[in-house]
């Protein structure tokens, strides 16, 4: 009957719009979500937004944050805890300031907690720190990862076993400084017409706590074969890499920033080329727009953040999550969270 029609076409829509527009944590700020499903759980590894009080600055100053808490959930929808603190600044040897995006791994027994964070020179490193739990509390090396710079790790673990992790961010996130490899504290941007800064990758060694070889580029083309260009600000990388694997292929998605989009780029290696496809998620309410992709009992989720628990401010905003969709042809469905 034209009722049952009606149920069948409503029912999942109804379902999104209230998954979506919901923070999970509502007693805390929390952005910047890294899911993982972890022994059949759901994971999130948040940054930890607070109000410092340090006022709005193009270099993201602003982002003052102190620490970080796990959530889990045994699945979408339902119960999430928050767990206590997992790492806090001043127990990290060489940090001293915003504690930004970070991410986690599982293997052989331990978690892997990696997060940037400004050093003692105020140069944004990758630091990792290891627990048993993977809600923590994590113990940090006394070094950042040797050879790491900029922010927004994402850990990626292939079918093979092997681990990758990209990086990177401009602007703030310093990534226009390491052009040469080594760090300049001058901001050098490529000309409009030249390839983008791309966002960076290497392969873990087996310890998880050091780069196996050098760090590398990752291309992102466009259909035609081509780096997308500097001037090309809504296609073009900005920071808050995530990669997850879907029909064989690697999804590299990532924000435009200071346009607003989660866009993604797929390819057939790890380390890329990736050819640019699209956008995944429109821009939010607040600055910033990151990630993360998992799946968890057959379906595809999206964990996001918006700074709509704040009333719009920038940098205090709450991690949500809704269902993401692949299409026969592999492309990913638009998301416009502003419209629930
Ligand atoms: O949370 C601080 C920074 O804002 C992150 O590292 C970026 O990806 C952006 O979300």
Redesign the pocket.
């Known amino acids: 009957t034209s009722t049952e029609n009606q149920a069948d076409t409503e029912a999942p829509v109804a379902q999104q719009a209230s998954v979506s527009s919901e923070p999970l944590v509502t007693d805390m700020y929390t952005?910047?979500p890294s899911a993982h499903v972890f022994n059949g759980k759901i994971y999130v590894y948040p940054?930890h937004?607070i109000d410092a009080g340090v006022p709005e600055k193009d270099d993201?100053s602003h982002?003052a944050?102190e620490d970080y808490h796990v959530l889990s959930m045994d699945s979408v929808g339902g119960k999430v805890t928050v767990h206590d603190v997992a790492l806090h600044v001043k127990d990290v040897p060489w940090a001293s300031r915003?504690m930004?995006?970070p991410d986690a791994a599982y293997k052989d027994g331990t978690y892997y907690f990696y997060f940037?964070a400004k050093d003692k020179q105020d140069i944004f490193r990758i630091g990792v720190a290891t627990s048993t739990s993977p809600t923590g509390p994590f113990k940090a090396e006394p070094e950042p990862i040797a050879g790491s710079y900029s922010?927004?790790p994402a850990v990626f673990k292939d079918d093979s076993g092997d681990y990758y992790m990209y990086f990177g961010?401009i602007w703030?996130?310093q990534l226009q400084r390491w052009s040469t490899g080594k760090y300049n504290p001058n901001d050098e941007y490529p000309a409009d017409d030249q390839p983008a800064l791309m966002p960076k990758v290497a392969k873990l060694s087996a310890d998880m706590k050091s780069f196996e070889g050098e760090v590398k580029d990752v291309q992102i083309l466009d259909k035609n074969g081509q780096p997308l260009l500097a001037k090309d600000n809504d296609r073009r990388f900005f920071?808050?890499a995530w990669v997850h694997k879907y029909n064989g292929k690697y999804y590299f998605s990532y924000?435009t920033g200071d346009t607003h989009n989660i866009a993604y780029a797929t390819g057939d290696n790890p380390l890329g080329p990736f050819t640019y496809q699209g956008v995944i998620l429109k821009p939010v309410l607040g600055w910033?727009?990151?990630h993360s992709i998992v799946e968890h009992n057959g379906k595809w989720y999206l964990f996001y953040?918006d700074s709509s628990l704040s009333g719009g401010k920038t940098h205090l905003?709450s991690v949500k999550v809704t269902e993401l969709k692949h299409n026969p042809d592999g492309s990913i469905e638009t998301i416009d969270a502003m419209v629930e």
Do not use: K, L, V
């Open positions: 952005a910047d940054s937004d993201g982002f944050m915003q930004w995006a940037p922010i927004d961010g703030g996130g920071e808050a924000s910033t727009n990151h953040h905003r």
